[in-house]
């Protein structure tokens, strides 16, 4: 993988397909790579997160490389432009991952209990 490449947030394929908000969650010990996916193919934009498991050793070397750390928060984040992309989750947790578009591009992760069935 190249970490600068990722960091950079610079297109990793022709046109259609870039590269946009990523970063490094630490959830129960557990190391995360987000990365958002914007595909836009005769006008019709699409954005997605894919989610990658990583080493410690993995999420060091991306954070040196410039990759920002996720900001994990328990309330919906306000902006300019808000968006719901998908949800995991993490033991008894679920991370809403929001694209949130201010004076940055960035990924905010909402901690959301799991419901307890009985």
Same mark, same amino acid.
């Given at each position: 993988?190249?970490?600068? /490449? ?7 394929? $022709? *046109?259609?397909?870039?590269? @946009?908000?990523?970063?490094?969650? /630490?959830? *129960? ?13 005769? @006008? ?6 894919? +989610? &990658?498991?990583? #080493?410690?050793? /993995?999420?060091?070397?991306? +954070? ?6 996720? /900001?994990?928060?328990? #309330?919906?984040? #306000? @902006? ?12 008894? $947790?679920?991370? %809403?991952? &929001?694209?949130?578009? $201010?004076?940055? *591009? ?7 209990? %799991?419901?307890?069935?009985?």
């Amino acid at each position: 993988m190249d970490y600068k /490449q990722v960091a950079s947030g610079k297109p990793i394929c $022709n *046109d259609p397909i870039m590269i @946009g908000a990523t970063c490094v969650a /630490q959830i *129960d010990g557990r190391f995360f790579l987000l990365i958002e996916i914007e595909i836009d193919v005769m @006008g019709n934009e699409r954005e997605e997160v894919i +989610i &990658f498991e990583i #080493t410690a050793a /993995q999420a060091a070397a991306l +954070i040196a490389s410039g990759v920002m750390r996720c /900001q994990i928060v328990n #309330t919906i984040p #306000t @902006g300019r432009e808000v968006n719901l992309i998908c949800v995991f989750v993490v033991g008894q $947790n679920a991370f %809403l991952v &929001f694209n949130v578009e $201010n004076a940055t *591009d960035r990924l905010v992760l909402v901690r959301v209990p %799991l419901c307890t069935i009985i």
